[in-house]
């Protein structure tokens, strides 16, 4: 199989008319050795199901086809949606079969065609990384793992521990859904355009969610809740969500949290806790 290098990339853009576009976070990459390590830290196997968001010019999408996997690819630009099964099937002919593309916006994406996908593997639009991130590990259980090319501040947020400046919303989140490291930096010189900022690979690997009573909306709004004034106390921070600060020590101590402590202190874990303890000592919210 012949993978795409810079002169490819280029021949095909101009070919095609595309201008890569800030707006859907267009960064393709130019080096067939970068998306080859992707795939071999994917730990991609033949026929396995996999989803890829962001295809691109299908430089990933070739050495994912390459690994041998049954292809999904979701691409919100419709002239590159377009051109995709044209490109696999120059350069890889053998292997139109397994490649489905779907011109659509992946986080209006609901529902994908069978085989359900194990893993999504993508180099993802800075700008939406996060989200799709999070909707796909909410919206297909079956995806038992990720790898994802993200800028690297958005990699070193989602893979963070608790107790460090880059541990947030997406770090919690994310652990609510799998465990997460950094799997290493590529360099900016391997993207066409170059980007002005790092890029990361991390790594999700799903695991079962906290045993709580509480459902994953509740969990998620604590969470928002407790990062939105980072630096303030549990005890300030949820006031609002919970009816006021003395409220919000009540049901932080019936969870075994110190209100005096900061969300960016807490796992998960303790965050269902909090959660748990809210619907166990006020009425339950009546949604609108």
């Known amino acids: 199989m012949h993978l795409l290098g810079a002169g490819d990339i280029r021949a095909l853009a101009e070919r095609l008319g595309v201008r890569p576009t800030k707006a859907w976070g267009q960064n393709f990459v130019v080096d067939a050795n970068t998306v080859r390590r992707i795939v071999r830290i994917a730990g991609v196997e033949p026929f396995e199901p996999v989803v890829e968001v962001g295809p691109g010019l299908g430089s990933l999408t070739l050495a994912l086809l390459e690994a041998g996997a049954q292809l999904t690819a979701i691409e919100v630009d419709p002239v590159l949606a377009a051109a995709l099964r044209p490109t696999v099937a120059a350069h890889a002919p053998g292997h139109t079969a397994y490649l489905r593309v779907l011109a659509a916006d992946a986080l209006a ?10 893993a ?3 180099n993802l639009p800075y700008n939406v990384a996060v989200p799709v991130v999070l909707s796909f590990l909410e919206r297909f259980p079956s995806i038992e793992r990720a790898l994802v090319l993200v800028q690297l501040e958005v990699a070193e947020r989602l893979a963070a521990p608790p107790g460090g400046k880059a541990y947030g919303v997406p770090s919690v989140k994310a652990a609510w859904y799998a465990a997460a490291r950094l799997a290493g930096q590529v360099p900016r010189g391997v993207f066409w355009p170059v980007p002005n900022v790092d890029s990361g690979l991390v790594e999700l690997r799903r695991r079962p969610a906290p045993a709580t009573s509480a459902t994953r909306v509740e969990v998620f709004r604590v969470i928002d809740a407790a990062f939105a004034q980072r630096r303030k106390t549990l005890r300030a921070a949820l ?50």
């Open 120 to 122: 999504l593997v993508a």
């Open 239 to 288: 006031a609002g969500w919970a009816g006021g600060p003395a409220a919000a020590e009540v049901v932080l101590r019936a969870a075994g949290v110190d209100p005096g402590a900061r969300g960016e202190s807490l796992g998960v874990g303790e965050f269902a806790a909090i959660a748990a303890a809210a619907s166990s000592i006020r009425p339950p919210r009546v949604e609108g």
């Open 109 to 118: 994406v609901t529902e994908l065609p069978d085989p359900q996908p194990r």
